[in-house]
């Protein structure tokens, strides 16, 4: 039987074997769950097997099993890789199995919430003294800026929601726009305001919800408003009007919420800062880290302006928590109790990036996106519909059978293996999406990509 140390170098040398050739290898994964399972699906051990035995198993299957989106040249969804020291500092956090609940189980982890918290405020442009939460993804940050948002206009309204529920409770509406992203609705449904019940705001071309519109829709609300903007659309890229759109929910008493899961992080290039120009207007604000921070899964911090109403919206103490009078209680501000460090992986990442490390990161990215647009829209067998301002590209086949031709690209795309990319819909057309996100892509990888795609066209 191997020896604890013994044990952990092997996984360790399994995990640098696995990165050291992931550039290397076919992007897409080399079995199916047939194939997985055969390898996998043993009987139920009654004794249990070797140690060895087992993580060997894992990492055999893992290395066919997995898709290498920690690898350059995987551009499928919005997801990164992990840069180094994060995926060191999440051993140290699986090392040291610390329960992230209350600063009593994890001083470590308390502090480190608290720094990191601190850095990532000054990175977004947004006030040292909002208040942050380190979620499991945008997901859950989206449902706890709006639950945040759900008692605050609700006890502006004198209603206390985390007593007595939505049940006869003074009427919330909630402004989304035409674009927002799917897990704001999915918020919404779990909070009790229903995905549908809400009010949509007319987009632009490029996906980005006028001002305008929601003026003349607030004009015709009144009571406790909740509005929900984006600052990156998952296909284009494209941001909402921020500082137009806080003065007109000011203007409004609304509360704004911000989706920026990666787009937030324009804030801290010197050249795409611009782009979420007012951020610091919004009253709660969800983003990942999980994907252009460069951490390993699963990784996503929340913001709110308003920590009593973060922390009222979130605990229920009990008689055996013991909370901390004067340091940070990492359950405050989540939905979870018991939990992992999340922020310590973040915390490596941006100490080891810095702020120009990091600014250097999301410029790479978005110069990356604009040099693949360019190689493609060179070929008049393709177009690009979205205008490159971030990360984001939308490709198309032009022509006949346009759709089904794109559709053909996307799926001849992932089978040749260079790269990994997956399909959309963008105002009824196919087209194939691609975000550059991974701070270990290079210019080569790129050119390999748009050599890849002119391939299967
Ligand atoms: C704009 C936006 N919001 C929310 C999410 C959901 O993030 P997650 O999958 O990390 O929960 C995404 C994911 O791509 C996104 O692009």
């Known amino acids: 039987m191997p020896t604890r140390p013994d044990l952990l170098k092997?996984?360790?040398d399994h995990a640098v074997a696995y990165l050291d050739t992931i550039a290397d290898r076919h992007v897409g994964a080399m079995a199916t769950g047939d194939e997985l399972r055969r390898q996998l699906a043993v009987p139920l051990p009654d004794a249990g097997d070797a140690e060895e035995v087992v993580i060997d198993a894992l990492a055999m299957a893992g290395a066919l099993g997995t898709v290498a989106t920690q690898g350059p040249r995987y551009f499928g969804?919005?997801?990164?890789?992990?840069?180094?020291?994060?995926?060191a500092a999440d051993w140290l956090v699986s090392a040291w199995d610390q329960n992230a609940g209350v600063y009593v189980l994890s001083p470590i982890v308390s502090v480190v919430e608290d720094v990191t918290a601190g850095w990532l405020k000054e990175l977004a442009g947004l006030p040292a003294g909002w208040s942050t939460g380190f979620v499991t993804g945008c997901q859950a940050a989206n449902f706890t800026a709006l639950a945040t948002a759900r008692?605050?206009?609700?006890n502006q309204a004198g209603w206390d929601v985390e007593a007595n529920g939505l049940y006869g409770a003074p009427w919330v509406?909630?402004?989304?726009?035409?674009?927002?992203?799917?897990?704001?609705?999915?918020?919404?449904?779990?909070?009790?305001?229903?995905?549908?019940?809400?009010?949509?705001?007319?987009?632009?071309?490029?996906?980005?919800?006028?001002?305008?519109?929601?003026?003349?829709?607030?004009?015709s609300l009144t009571g406790p408003t909740i509005v929900c903007a984006q600052a990156g659309n998952v296909n284009t890229g494209a941001f909402d009007p921020i500082d137009d759109i806080a003065t007109v929910t000011s203007a409004h008493g609304a509360w704004l919420h911000v989706d920026g899961a990666f787009g937030l992080w324009a804030a801290a290039s010197p050249t795409r800062a611009h782009l979420v120009n007012g951020i610091a207007r919004a009253d709660s604000v969800a983003t990942d880290a999980h994907?252009?921070?460069?951490?390993?899964?699963?990784?996503?911090?929340?913001?709110?302006?308003?920590?009593?109403?973060?922390?009222?919206?979130?605990?229920?103490?009990?008689?055996?928590?013991?909370?901390?009078?004067?340091e940070r209680d990492p359950h405050e501000f989540v939905?979870?109790?018991?939990?992992?460090?999340?922020?310590?992986?973040?915390?490596?990442?941006?100490?080891?990036?810095?702020?120009?490390?990091?600014?250097?990161?999301?410029?790479?990215?978005?110069?990356?996106?604009?040099?693949?647009a360019t190689r493609l829209r060179a070929d008049d067998r393709l177009e690009i519909l979205n205008e490159v301002v971030l990360n984001q590209v939308l490709i198309r086949v032009r022509g006949a059978e346009a759709d089904a031709r794109t559709k053909q690209m996307v799926e001849r795309l992932q089978q040749e293996g260079t790269c990994w990319a997956s399909g959309t819909t963008w105002h009824g057309?196919?087209?194939?999406?691609?975000?550059?996100?991974?701070?270990?892509?290079?210019e080569k990888d790129i050119d390999r990509t748009a050599d890849a795609i002119l391939k299967v066209v």
């Open 335 to 372: 939905p979870e109790e018991s939990r992992r460090g999340r922020a310590v992986p973040i915390y490596a990442a941006i100490r080891t990036m810095g702020r120009e490390g990091f600014g250097a990161l999301i410029d790479r990215c978005c110069t990356l996106a604009t040099h693949l």
């Open 77 to 87: 969804f919005v997801v990164g890789g992990s840069v180094p020291a994060a995926t």
């Open 291 to 326: 994907k252009w921070i460069n951490v390993p899964y699963d990784s996503g911090v929340v913001f709110t302006a308003h920590p009593a109403s973060h922390r009222r919206a979130m605990t229920l103490s009990a008689a055996y928590i013991i909370e901390s009078a004067r």
């Open 173 to 219: 509406h909630v402004v989304c726009s035409d674009e927002s992203h799917y897990t704001i609705f999915n918020a919404l449904k779990l909070l009790g305001f229903g995905a549908d019940r809400v009010t949509r705001v007319a987009t632009d071309e490029q996906g980005r919800m006028r001002a305008d519109a929601l003026a003349t829709t607030l004009e």
């Open 429 to 442: 057309m196919s087209a194939l999406r691609l975000s550059v996100s991974n701070y270990s892509t290079t």
């Open 151 to 154: 008692h605050h206009v609700l």
């Open 10 to 12: 092997r996984a360790a």
